[in-house]
């Protein structure tokens, strides 16, 4: 069974920095890329970040680039984020989810999700 | 960025009705679209790729249709269960875009 478990989502002061992390399992985590959606309290989904199955490649939303860096342990099966320069806009709950296949941006998995909220 | 619509952005039926989602893409992503069930618990799953391929375990009266601009998504029967609220996803173009999404609620 595949499952993804966030963790590291915490309340922080705006201007602050936060490192989430997913733990992955029930797959083989080097086969897929991996991505990170958020969702504003009341609001819909916004993809974030993508990174390859090697780590090589990663890609970001506009509204986080140059402050977010996605990047991956394949010996350990882990995605992390970690998130600087955070604003009010950052509050949101942030979900890993497994990409179906390379550069597809379709999710075939997702997580339970972990809170950021930051107070400013 | 292709902005995606969903209508109506909340519904309430009945179990036992036929329910329709319609999603429209600000331009064409030909069948690239996806459809993800949100339950208040917070769970994500993915019930439609591709338009209209379910997803292993999904029931089959979840439907998907379409192509171009114009998307539905059909619950040929609502069960208890399906309460919940649904987004649309295009992958046609980077970056990926979602739908506001529609809350389906009871009547």
């Known amino acids: 069974e595949v499952q993804l478990l966030e963790s590291g989502g915490a309340l922080i002061q705006a201007g602050g920095s936060l490192r989430l992390s997913c733990a992955a399992s029930?797959?083989?985590?080097?086969?897929?890329?991996m991505s990170w959606v958020r969702q504003a309290p009341g609001k819909g989904l916004e993809w974030v970040s993508y990174?390859?199955?090697?780590?090589?490649?990663?890609y970001y939303a506009d509204s986080v680039k140059g402050r977010f860096t996605v990047s991956r342990d394949n010996s350990k099966n882990t995605l992390d984020l970690q998130m600087n320069s955070l604003g009010a806009e950052d509050t949101a709950l942030y979900y890993c989810?497994?990409?179906w296949g390379t550069g597809s941006y379709y999710f075939d998995y997702w997580g339970q999700g972990t809170l950021v909220t930051v107070s400013s | 960025d292709i902005q995606m619509t969903q209508s109506p952005s909340s519904l309430s039926a009945s179990v036992g009705d036929r329910v329709t989602i319609t999603c429209r893409a600000s331009?064409?992503?030909?069948?690239?679209l996806a459809w993800y069930q949100q339950k208040p618990e917070r769970a994500l799953k993915s019930l439609i790729y591709?338009?209209?391929n379910l997803q292993s375990d999904v029931p089959s009266r979840f439907s998907g249709s379409g192509s171009g601009t114009d998307f539905t998504l059909t619950i040929s029967s609502l069960q208890p269960e399906d309460f919940a609220t649904y987004y649309c996803?295009?992958?046609?173009?980077?970056?990926?875009?979602f739908g506001g999404g529609t809350k389906v609620e009871i009547k």
């Open positions: 029930g797959f083989t985590f080097n086969n897929y890329p």
């Open positions: 990174i390859s199955e090697t780590g090589h490649d990663t």
């Open positions: 591709a338009t209209s």
């Open positions: 331009q064409g992503i030909r069948n690239w």
């Open positions: 989810a497994r990409d």
């Open positions: 996803q295009q992958y046609q173009t980077y970056p990926p875009t």
